[in-house]
């Protein structure tokens, strides 16, 4: 059975001009019923015919207070979430959001090519990818390393761009559980032309599918 997820693009802060083109690459990805939203009254309703949310690149306050509590019962209940790149620079006054993705934006140098050191190739997002994958992105720093409180599957080499801010130790892709649900995390996915990009597919596809529990791990 195909899972079904929905894919929310609502920004209340900075937008990337790339959601577009996000949006349609999820689409493309097969595997998945996609819905696409940004109409956060639909975040109100029952989630539980989705396999997955995806909250792609959203940014500042997203949710009503209806929605904060229908997502965290959702979550809690087994329901599967993913977010990609801007989806840590959302809901801040939110504490219950910030410890379901596992870290918060704190900033990022200039977007530059750098290098991803895949740490873990036991999960299904980082399962095709090379040891070292050279990739253009902004590389972003987080307020709080998750190490400890998530499984880290990839990390950048700061040695790789200028500006990194979090040193030899950088998370940029992890998962953990919520209760009973999943959770997946890429900071990856700035710009269009990352969507386009076979590896970083591979990577996005892999993430929802275990977010939704169609890929083991």
């Given at each position: 059975m195909t899972a079904r997820v929905l894919v929310y693009?609502?920004?209340a802060d900075y937008r990337h001009d790339s959601i577009?083109?996000?949006?349609?690459?999820?689409?493309?990805?097969g595997g998945f019923?996609?819905?696409?939203?940004?109409?956060?009254?639909?975040?109100?309703?029952?989630?539980e015919g989705y396999a997955a949310v995806v909250f792609l690149s959203t940014s500042g306050e997203v949710l009503t207070p209806a929605g904060r509590t229908r997502l965290a019962a959702y979550v809690e209940a087994g329901g599967g979430f993913a977010g990609v790149h801007a989806a840590a620079c959302t809901e801040y006054?939110?504490?219950?959001?910030?410890?379901?993705l596992g870290a918060r934006f704190a900033r990022h140098p200039a977007y530059q090519p750098g290098r991803v050191l895949t740490e873990d190739?036991?999960?299904p997002a980082t399962r095709a990818l090379p040891a070292r994958w050279d990739f253009t992105d902004e590389w972003y720093?987080?307020?709080?390393?998750?190490?400890g409180r998530v499984r880290v599957l990839a990390v950048a080499d700061e040695s790789s761009y200028t500006g990194g801010g979090m040193g030899a130790d950088h998370p940029l892709v992890w998962c953990r559980e919520q209760g009973a649900g999943r959770v997946f995390y890429t900071a990856l996915g700035h710009a269009a032309e990352a969507y386009t990009d076979p590896g970083f597919r591979a990577h996005l596809r892999g993430g929802i599918a275990w977010a939704a529990r169609s890929a083991d791990q």
């Open positions: 693009t609502r920004t577009e083109d996000a949006v349609a690459a999820v689409r493309g990805l019923t996609v819905d696409h939203t940004e109409d956060p009254t639909v975040m109100e309703a029952p989630l006054d939110w504490p219950y959001y910030g410890e379901l190739h036991g999960h720093d987080f307020r709080v390393s998750p190490r």
